[in-house]
């Protein structure tokens, strides 16, 4: 698939150059083989920029800070034996799991520890339960959201940069 990718960007590339080569014929001097080799540099460069720009708007941390103290919340009901609540929160887990997208292997990790966890609820094994949401709550990425922050009203958390606003309004 990579290889049809690159394939069909070399392609695109070259139209592209052959396409700047016959206009600018047309209205200027001729492009000479140093223009042309860098303007052909240039479009390879940009060429995956938009791929990379979508990564990194903010989505996984926007994704973190929305469903992970959800999951947080759920402590009481997991020390409690509640499965029911630990049930509904079933596509809070799908969600959180996406803030890994972008590692495959913390992604199966995380996405293989949830569906553990959820079928020990449904199951109704407790002490299970209680092992595998220590184990999923224990990443280093919990700690923040685990001791919140008084911050005063005015104050730009990733979580008002989540939901489109231009500062906490406590």
Do not use: H
């Not at 509640?82 to 995380?110: C, G, H, T, V």
Request: hydrophobic share 40%.
């Amino acid at each position: 698939m990579a290889r049809g990718r690159l394939s069909s960007a070399l392609v695109l590339v070259a139209v592209a150059s052959l396409a700047l080569k016959s206009i600018t014929e047309v209205f200027v001097a001729p492009l000479s083989r140093r223009d042309a080799l860098q303007a052909t540099g240039f479009s390879m460069t940009t060429l995956g920029s938009q791929a990379v720009w979508a990564d990194a708007q903010g989505e996984p941390t926007a994704c973190l800070i929305r469903y992970g103290p959800q999951i947080l919340k759920l402590k009481d009901a997991v020390d409690a034996g509640d499965m029911q609540a630990i049930l509904k929160k079933e596509p809070k887990f799908k969600l959180l799991n996406s803030y890994w997208r972008n590692d495959p292997a913390l992604f199966e990790k995380y996405s293989t520890l949830s569906e553990k966890l959820l079928e020990a609820a449904d199951e109704g094994k407790k002490d299970e339960v209680k092992k595998l949401y220590q184990e999923y709550t224990s990443d280093s990425v919990f700690e923040p959201l685990k001791q919140p922050i008084k911050r005063n009203k005015f104050t730009m958390t990733m979580f008002s940069y989540g939901a489109g606003k231009s500062y906490n309004d406590a």
